[in-house]
């Protein structure tokens, strides 16, 4: 099993930044990538980046390029996602996940919640207008 634990979120006035952070344990020797989604009242999960665990990969949604930046740091088995520029559009309650599988012949399996193997417990986020 992996235990995934974020942190960072708050109350953000539109404009500013937050740093989520989601450290991993366990058995994270079968990780091999991370993912951060979303998730606003009434709305389904929504995907926002993902990172390879060990090669440093990038892949984000079109919604939050240049805006959000997913990083990590294997050391700490941390992953971070940085988040700026943000609208009240972006409240929600922010998840990351644990993925067993590296690579899909689509990129489009990335934005999958199903096919992610593990999850924390989320952060809020509440940005103010």
Not at 22 to 46: D, L
Not at 60 to 72: E, L, P, Q, W
Request: glycine share 10%; with cysteine.
């Amino acid at each position: 099993q992996v235990q995934l634990v974020e942190s960072g979120g708050g109350l953000v006035q539109a404009g500013g930044s937050l740093r989520l952070s989601c450290a991993a344990s366990g058995r994270t020797g079968n990780v091999r990538a991370m993912g951060w989604f979303r998730q606003a009242p009434g709305k389904e999960r929504e995907f926002l980046a993902r990172i390879s665990w060990s090669g440093g990969s990038t892949h984000y949604a079109d919604s939050v390029k240049g805006r959000f930046t997913i990083s990590r740091d294997n050391a700490k088995n941390t992953v971070y996602l940085q988040v700026s520029s943000l609208e009240p559009e972006d409240t929600a309650v922010y998840y990351c996940a644990a993925d067993r599988v590296a690579y899909y012949p689509n990129d489009a399996y990335y934005t999958v919640p199903t096919k992610y193997d593990y999850w924390g417990q989320g952060t809020q986020v509440t940005v103010s207008s």
